[in-house]
């Protein structure tokens, strides 16, 4: 049987951009309270209770990443920071790989793919951190490619509902994976009567597989917090800024598949009812923005070539693209493409720069801390804390949603003084203020004289006196 497909080119792509990702230093602020939890679920067991921070101790927390965060934590167990590095560079080495693979599924001309891949490449470059987070993504790429290829192998789906039962467990953005994957099922439904029973049930059991997580039905209020009703005080949980480069990217994606629809030939169901949905969920949030371009991904591949053809006809403007399309390579050579990728990627990340960059945090407050409940600390510091000082539980970290309500707003008071940000102070007991020497709620204590324990360019430690 002649094959029609190979991996060779995606995994090569994904080799490359997998050690490439190496030279980023470890830091993302998250990671550090994600590994604390890890940590913790490995030693002590699945913590249902808050146990790092005085301002919401003791209450619920989320559990909806908790293999992600064990599997960061085991990486980091194995080979320290190095294996942070290199679990990260095998994850994007295997988002690019889905990504140019969904591509070329769409368009046999391998460079036209790739070109057609690149905007989606670069807007994950984004998401390249050391979270679950970056696990969904994975897992969405899969999923896009799984339900591309199921367009001609109905079969295909029933890969589905063990995608969703492992991403469940890793990260809450497989409410959007299940969205995506029901909504192809019933476009397969309604054009293909011969493989309905096929479609429910891959339907029905990927909803039964988020039912198998330690969080159980209760998973459903994690996703829908992320999608729905997300903190917009927190950056990466705004709408998207054109003005930044992600929102730059993404919006050049967006204008992509507008105008390429526009131009090519008759956009076909499946592609509006997958492509649509997703491009709402991206706007809802910056975090979430690399969605679309994934999924956007194969539909640019196939369509974008004739629409640039028109472009360039009307401007007259001569154009050529490849139209030949080479030799598939056998699958012994995808094997060996694979062995060489993933060796590349793993030996990069073992040699790469394992400490993490801790330029962003307070490193030089740990010695002065004072232990116990207390300390206010800043918003991006919080994960550090977690990690660092554990004996000095934090105010808010980036776990977030365990703080929404009275811990949310009463710390929006204080980095905004608020008229009430003396009495939030004194309600809470606090005790100490770590915080950016520029924010106002610094300016004001160093205004009325605040004892500061310790201090540099990019810290300040306030004694907070007794303010009855």
């Not at 997703?278 to 679309?292: C, E, Y």
Request: charged share 15%; aromatic share 10%.
């Amino acid at each position: 049987m002649t094959r029609t497909f190979s991996w060779s080119l995606p995994l090569v792509a994904g080799g490359i951009f997998g050690a490439l990702s190496t030279l980023a230093t470890v830091g993302d602020p998250d990671l550090f309270w994600h590994l604390a939890q890890g940590r913790q679920t490995v030693t002590d067991g699945l913590a249902r209770v808050d146990t790092f921070s005085w301002s919401v101790n003791g209450l619920p927390v989320l559990t909806d990443q908790w293999l992600g965060q064990v599997i960061w934590y085991e990486a980091y167990a194995a080979l320290g920071w190095n294996g942070i590095i290199v679990l990260r560079a095998l994850l994007v080495a295997a988002i690019v790989a889905l990504i140019a693979a969904a591509a070329l599924t769409a368009q046999r001309r391998p460079i036209v793919a790739i070109v057609a891949a690149l905007p989606a490449i670069a807007l994950t470059r984004f998401a390249w951190t050391e979270r679950p987070q970056l696990m969904g993504l994975v897992c969405f790429a899969a999923l896009i490619l799984l339900l591309r290829a199921s367009a001609e192998r109905p079969r295909i789906l029933m890969a589905a509902p063990l995608l969703i039962l492992i991403w469940a467990n890793l990260h809450a953005s497989f409410a959007l994976g299940l969205a995506v994957a029901a909504i192809a099922c019933g476009e397969l439904w309604l054009r293909r009567p011969d493989v309905r029973t096929l479609a429910f049930g891959a339907v029905a059991l990927s909803i039964a597989a988020t039912l198998l997580t330690p969080s159980g039905i209760s998973i459903w209020t994690s996703a829908s917090g992320h999608f729905l009703s997300p903190p917009r005080v927190i950056q990466e949980e705004g709408v998207p800024d054109v003005t930044q480069p992600y929102g730059f990217v993404f919006a050049f994606v967006v204008l992509a598949v507008l105008v390429t629809a526009q131009l090519s030939r008759p956009t076909e169901l499946r592609e509006v009812a997958l492509l649509v949905p997703v491009l709402f969920v991206s706007m809802t949030a910056a975090r979430h923005t690399p969605f679309f371009a994934v999924a956007s991904a194969p539909y640019l591949a196939a369509h974008a070539p004739q629409a640039i053809g028109v472009i360039a006809a009307r401007l007259r403007i001569p154009a050529r693209l490849p139209t030949f399309a080479p030799r598939v390579p056998s699958l012994r050579v995808d094997l060996a493409t694979a062995a060489i990728a993933l060796a590349a990627v793993i030996a990069a990340g073992s040699i790469a720069r394992g400490e993490p960059n801790l330029g962003p945090y307070p490193a030089g407050v740990l010695s002065s801390l004072p232990p116990g409940p207390g300390v206010v600390n800043d918003y991006d510091w919080g994960g550090f804390l977690i990690w660092y000082a554990p004996a000095t539980p934090v105010f808010i970290d980036g776990r977030l949603f365990p703080y929404t309500g009275d811990a949310l707003r009463d710390y929006e008071t204080l980095v905004s003084l608020g008229p009430s940000w003396r009495e939030v102070l004194t309600r809470r007991g606090a005790r100490a203020l770590l915080v950016k020497p520029a924010s106002p709620l610094a300016v004001r204590a160093r205004d009325l004289r605040w004892p500061i324990v310790a201090e540099s360019a990019s810290f300040v430690l306030f004694i907070v006196p007794n303010l009855r």
